[in-house]
């Protein structure tokens, strides 16, 4: 596609489900980005995919949050027992390779845990 | 701790009345330092990369400088359509290919 292309646009949860929020990233971009969005605080940091190699997952806040991404494209990120904190707006991003910074950023998905 | 501080939270300028947000960063090892666009329910849009003291990029009516301490992002004669939150990012040394992004600054111009 032209873009990044996040699904769902927006989530409302019960507190304890678990979600999955996906990301297809731009064709032939190598490098992938979670980044959370919370009100009032700036992006965080959350995973990072490149090529094959193994993801830096330091950002993750808990084990209760993981990331996948099958076949060097597609990537899902999902959240077990979704707690009320968890509420925000994740972004993901791509880049063609890894040093490039002008990275396109998808529309996100707003995550509600009520 | 590495950081990036933006200031101020929050601008309102007429349009056409020229203005700078700032963005101050303690990183040790700055690789980069960049600024995004990001408009009401959209994700951040790239504008600059600047990577070394005294460097200076131009868009349009903006344009971003840095020092070694602190970047600006400048804007002459904005126009309504400028109104965004304005975020800043750093990339540091040992920091894995992650940006530390600051809160960023609402630009709010009126017509």
């Known amino acids: 596609g032209a873009g990044v292309s996040q699904s769902p646009s927006n989530k409302v949860t019960e507190k304890g489900k678990d979600v999955e929020l996906r990301c297809d990233p731009i064709s032939g971009h190598t490098a992938l980005y979670w980044y959370r969005q919370s009100l009032g605080q700036g992006l965080e940091f959350l995973i990072y995919?490149?090529?094959?190699?193994?993801?830096?997952k330091s950002g993750l806040p808990s084990d209760r949050f993981s990331a996948e991404r099958t076949g060097g494209s597609v990537s899902t990120l999902t959240i077990q027992r979704t707690q009320q904190e968890d509420s925000a707006v994740y972004l993901c991003?791509?880049?063609?390779?890894?040093?490039?910074?002008?990275?396109?950023f998808g529309s996100g998905t707003r995550l509600t845990v009520v | 701790e590495d950081q990036v501080t933006q200031s101020p939270e929050a601008l309102r300028l007429q349009e056409g009345e020229s203005s700078s947000l700032n963005c101050s960063y303690t990183v040790s090892g700055l690789r980069g330092l960049f600024w995004y666009r990001q408009d009401p329910g959209k994700g951040p849009e790239f504008l600059f990369t600047l990577y070394s003291a005294g460097e200076e990029k131009e868009k349009e009516r903006l344009k971003a400088t840095l020092t070694k301490k602190e970047s600006f992002l400048h804007i002459t004669a904005p126009k309504p359509e400028d109104s965004a939150t304005y975020l800043c990012a750093s990339t540091f040394r040992g920091g894995s290919e992650k940006l530390v992004f600051g809160k960023g600054t609402k630009l709010t111009v009126n017509p």
């Open positions: 995919f490149q090529g094959n190699s193994a993801p830096d």
């Open positions: 991003a791509s880049s063609p390779q890894t040093g490039n910074y002008g990275y396109t």
